[in-house]
């Protein structure tokens, strides 16, 4: 789980990175395109509270990985007409490097 946590919270880093740098937003801009993410956050921890009361922890938390593997497999964010979301792998978010695809790559 300490896996889990360090890559999630590194990918606000490196996604405030790509909204930055490459998208060209800017500071503000980057805050509110997480709102949405911290909003459900809020949602899901309350549902998963009254989850884990009835079901208990292993089997929600079994539920929520799959849950987030599920999403981030099928999840896509058009960056330059391709999808951000790269990897066969159900879980490894990779994100798109700001060269890859780009006119300037060789």
């Not at 989850?51 to 987030?68: C, D, E, H, Q």
């Not at 099928?74 to 990779?94: D, T």
Request: without cysteine; aromatic residues 8%.
């Amino acid at each position: 789980m300490a896996i889990v946590g360090s890559v999630a919270f590194s990918e606000f880093f490196l996604l405030t990175l790509y909204l930055q740098d490459v998208l060209h937003y800017s500071a503000v801009q980057s805050g509110a395109a997480f709102a949405a993410f911290a909003l459900t956050v809020v949602a899901a921890s309350n549902v998963a509270q009254a989850i884990v009361g009835r079901v208990g922890v292993r089997p929600t938390l079994t539920a929520g990985l799959l849950v987030s593997a599920a999403v981030s497999r099928v999840a896509h964010a058009p960056a330059g007409g391709r999808p951000l979301l790269l990897g066969s792998v159900p879980g490894v978010r990779a994100r798109a490097a700001p060269a890859w695809g780009s006119r300037s790559s060789p």
